[in-house]
């Protein structure tokens, strides 16, 4: 599966930011020459215009054009999910510093959350998300925890920092397929533990996301929860009406 065509444009235009070929100041080439460059319409030029003056990378006058404000985003990670690519996307953006690796027999309400029987071995990563060179960062991205198949638990031998999704890491070392990602979002509180992790305050607002990999025979192989301070994270999702 691959990502929108407006992301895989704007994802373009990023990386050229970045890495200056668009400098901060300057106006980008015009909808129409962007869209015969690509190949794309219009409309997907403008998505990905729009998309990126979100992250506060461009601004948009009338009879101006397109102006670059900023060669990355600064204060928070701008996330948009619409397939699994997104995902390897996200991993590669930013990086997997796992801080606790443990195998646990899990019982109880962890395991009717996993779907699992009671007394089955699953390995769990603990760790933080970071983005490499982010600029003004108050903290770490996201604290997050992997929960991992036993039969999948030799991925633990692999290095400590990630800059790949784990479930593909998984899928090729064991030969198998992620075919469904279940996603849940909630609102939160950090308690004071996660709070000192995130370094934040203690009872601040945070947003939970937790992720459902599942493969053939709807078989969980891993469950992640990312736990985000307010202010890190920004998430966006497209729906399209069927027609």
């Not at 869209?35 to 006058?61: D, P």
């Not at 600029?135 to 770490?140: D, S, T």
Request: hydrophobic share 40%.
């Amino acid at each position: 599966m691959t990502a929108a065509l407006y992301l895989q444009v704007a994802r373009t235009l990023q990386d050229r930011i970045a890495t200056g070929t668009h400098p901060i100041g300057s106006l980008l080439p015009t909808e129409h020459m962007l869209a015969e460059e690509f190949g794309v319409s219009r409309q997907t030029v403008r998505q990905a215009i729009g998309h990126l003056r979100t992250m506060k990378l461009l601004s948009a006058r009338k009879g101006i054009g397109t102006r670059v404000e900023a060669s990355r985003p600064h204060s928070s990670y701008y996330h948009s999910l619409q397939s699994l690519q997104d995902l390897f996307q996200f991993a590669a953006d930013a990086q997997y510093r796992v801080t606790d690796v443990e195998r646990v027999s899990v019982t109880g309400r962890e395991a009717e959350e996993l779907g699992c029987r009671p007394g089955r071995t699953w390995l769990r990563l603990t760790g933080l998300r970071e983005l490499p060179g982010t600029l003004g960062a108050p903290g770490p991205l996201c604290q997050t925890i992997v929960m991992i198949d036993g039969r999948y638990a030799e991925i633990a031998d692999t290095p400590r920092v990630h800059t790949r999704a784990i479930f593909a890491q998984i899928e090729d070392r064991f030969g198998v397929t992620v075919t469904e990602v279940h996603q849940d979002i909630e609102a939160t509180l950090l308690n004071a533990e996660q709070a000192a992790v995130l370094q934040s305050e203690p009872g601040s607002p945070a947003l939970l996301i937790t992720r459902r990999f599942f493969g053939n025979g709807r078989t969980l192989i891993q469950l992640t929860r990312n736990l985000h301070a307010a202010g890190r994270f920004r998430y966006s999702m497209m729906v399209r009406r069927d027609v």
